[in-house]
């Protein structure tokens, strides 16, 4: 689950981490009023939507920019004014866009120096690792591939935490000035907590800045959270914002579907996500582009199955459908049934190509081929391929 950038400001303030003063606004006269709250002529307004490369960007009304520098509440209220309910499109949107719901309005900072701070779940140590380098403002990776040097990392024991002298350690390897080094230590340590009381996978401050007046402040930040955590916080379940995500992954949510989107025209549905992920890589290895990834579970039953294929067929893309099933825990006989009575109650206006292997196989086939559908069985994952890439062209 993705986060807006104000909603990371509120879990910041929350967790004492100290950041630039701001709030946000839904129409350009509160844009103006947080503005005029801040007392200041150094503002700053940014557009609230789920994607990187927003100072880039442009709106599909021709205004340039999703993040720009004010002197004035008039002139925020202005610049608000053109971004609020227009799409914008940056790298990461694609050429749909996003449309801009919020802006965030916040008192800009003078900066010497940008860094790069991180936490995140490393699973070669089992733990928690500290990713920091004196390189921010850019991404990451490209500080690994040039200069890779110039990135510290820092296992921290899940047990006992980031230590005191672990957080100094940080702040010398990132050149912070010696009359500041508690300040950030703070500020690190309380990310640490952040990052452990809200089950995150990720929290990543770039850029962690350095103002001319001296202050350490963590002028952006982005999070990841466990999604099998997230049933212990309501309140970061709270910032789901649906109108950023695809209306198909939503849809597949409510039926604990693991559904993403993708830009092909052959829908998979299939049990367990390697075996999805194999099935995506063998249409593509015979020339087709799968529509999505779609991993019904290994449990699923025949609403999960319905509801899936209802997705799938309301993807005006989609030209074929693949079902890709090992049965294991649920018996091939059963998945059969529940493909025959999901496939009647949708009515599906494409072909269908299944492959069943697994317990039951053999009556499982039968049922199918006894069903009166219009589908085409395979007898492995490779026939099946090459039979719904023909199907699909």
């Known amino acids: 689950m993705n986060i807006h950038e104000y909603q990371a400001k509120e879990l910041l303030d929350l967790f004492q981490v100290a950041n630039s003063p701001g709030g946000v606004a839904s129409t350009p006269e509160e844009a103006e009023k947080i503005a005029a709250s801040l007392q200041t002529s150094d503002l700053v307004i940014k557009a609230q939507v789920h994607a990187g490369g927003r100072g880039k960007g442009t709106f599909k ?19 608000a004014s053109r971004m609020l ?30 860094l790069y701070f991180a936490i995140l779940i490393d699973r070669a140590v089992s733990g928690p690792v500290i990713v920091a380098s004196t390189e921010g403002g850019v991404n990451i990776e490209e500080v690994a591939e040039h200069t890779p040097e110039k990135i510290f990392h820092l296992a921290v024991d899940p047990l006992l935490g980031l230590q005191a002298h672990q957080a100094r350690k940080l ?109 995506m890589d063998i249409i593509k290895h015979h020339g087709g582009e799968p529509a999505n990834f779609l991993d019904v579970g290994g449990g699923a039953t025949e609403q999960q199955v319905t509801e899936a294929f209802k997705i799938l067929v309301a993807d005006s893309r989609v030209k074929a459908i693949l079902v890709n099933i090992f049965g294991g825990i649920m018996k091939c006989d059963v998945i059969a049934q529940g493909i025959i009575n999901a496939v009647k109650a949708v009515n599906l206006p494409v072909p269908l190509v299944v492959r069943l292997e697994g317990t039951n196989v053999e009556a499982g086939r039968k049922l199918l081929a006894e069903s009166g559908l219009q589908l085409t069985p395979a007898t492995d994952i490779a026939d099946a391929a090459r039979k719904v890439v023909a199907a699909a062209a």
């Open 61 to 79: 009304n021709g205004f340039r920019g999703g993040v720009h520098l004010c002197a004035t509440p008039a002139e925020i209220r202005d610049t």
């Open 171 to 279: 702040a010398r390897l990132l050149e912070i000035p010696s009359d500041r080094v508690k300040e950030a230590s703070a500020l690190f340590e309380n990310l640490y907590k952040l990052f452990i009381a809200r089950d995150c996978s990720m929290v990543e401050v770039n850029p962690l800045v350095i103002t001319t007046e001296g202050s350490i402040l963590a002028l952006d930040a982005k999070f990841n959270f466990d999604d099998n955590a997230l049933y212990r916080h309501p309140d970061v379940q709270a910032y789901r914002d649906i109108e950023e995500e695809d209306p198909r992954e939503v849809e597949a949510s409510k039926f604990n579907l693991s559904y993403i989107g993708l830009d092909g025209n052959i829908a998979c549905l299939v049990n367990g996500a390697g075996l999805a992920m194999a099935t």
């Open 85 to 114: 309910g227009e799409t914008l499109v940056t790298h990461q949107t694609g050429e749909a866009g996003r449309v801009v719901r919020k802006v965030l309005v916040a008192k800009s900072v003078a900066i010497r120096k940008e």
